[in-house]
T-cell receptor
Framework: GAVVSQHPSRVICKSGTSVKIECRSL??????MFWYRQFPKQSLMLMAT?????????EQGVEKDKFLINHASLTLSTLTVTSAHPEDSSFYIC??????????????FGEGSRLTVL | DAKTTQPTSMDCAEGRAANLPCNHS???????VYWYRQIHSQGPQYIIH???NNETNEMASLIITEDRKSSTLILPHATLRDTAVYYC??????????????FGSGTQLTVLP
């Protein structure tokens, strides 16, 4: 199946700093990527939909100025957590929808990035 | 998208079939049943999906009842590596529009040696 890669897989940062997480589709182009967040023992929660060449669409309750999303190419979306605080510590997961997928196309997920804010 | 109900947890002996149920009594005619799983600290992995016919692939089988109000994911010979949270998701086909997946609580399957 198609491969989606996230980097870094783990990151520890100090409170107040910014952290960038990359999501790459390795063998396909993705016009649309999705960013999820998962807290311990909870399910995935959609944060935002990232569309190549346009602004991301954020879910209700997700601060767009805190979670900056850039989807500058058909194979790369980035999530930047600005001025991170301990409550932002979570498992961040991206998924990608291959361009031109119609019908029942499945989503492909990255391995996830675990952010710990001290 | 229709709501799904799954048991919180299940155990299965290694080598035996694991049968994971999912209720989706409010499913509409154009909604598909998708199954994903998430091994601890990894991203979700697609398993299988179907509309109304039973489906089988190299990973699993999906049995959908005739009224489509419930389904069962079958892992024919469970191994320890199948221990994961299994998510049953019901949604319309993508059909050219980008649609995210909405994850419920899922079923924690533990395969016992």
């Amino acid at each position: 199946g198609a491969v989606v890669s996230q980097h870094p897989s783990r990151v520890i940062c100090k409170s107040g700093t910014s952290v960038k997480i990359e999501c790459r589709s390795l063998d396909f182009q993705a016009t649309t990527m999705f960013w999820y967040r998962q807290f311990p023992k909870q399910s995935l929660m959609l944060m935002a939909t990232s569309n190549e060449g346009s602004k991301a669409t954020y879910e209700q309750g997700v601060e767009k100025d805190k979670f900056l999303i850039n989807h500058a190419s058909l194979t790369l979306s980035t999530l930047t957590v600005t001025s991170a605080h301990p409550e932002d510590s979570s498992f961040y997961i991206c998924s990608a929808l291959p361009t031109g997928t119609g019908g029942t196309g499945e989503l492909f997920f990255g391995e996830g990035s675990r952010l710990t804010v001290l | 998208d229709a709501k799904t109900t799954q048991p919180t947890s299940m155990d299965c002996a290694e080598g035996r079939a694991a049968n994971l149920p999912c209720n989706h009594s409010t499913i509409s005619g154009n909604e598909y049943v998708y199954w994903y799983r998430q091994i601890h600290s990894q991203g979700p992995q697609y398993i299988i999906h179907g509309l109304k016919n039973n489906e089988t692939n190299e990973m699993a089988s999906l049995i959908i009842t005739e009224d489509r109000k419930s389904s069962t994911l079958i892992l024919p010979h469970a191994t320890l590596r199948d221990t994961a949270v299994y998510y049953c998701i019901v949604r319309v086909a993508l059909m050219g529009s980008a649609r995210q997946l909405t994850f419920g609580s899922g079923t924690q399957l533990t395969v016992l040696p």
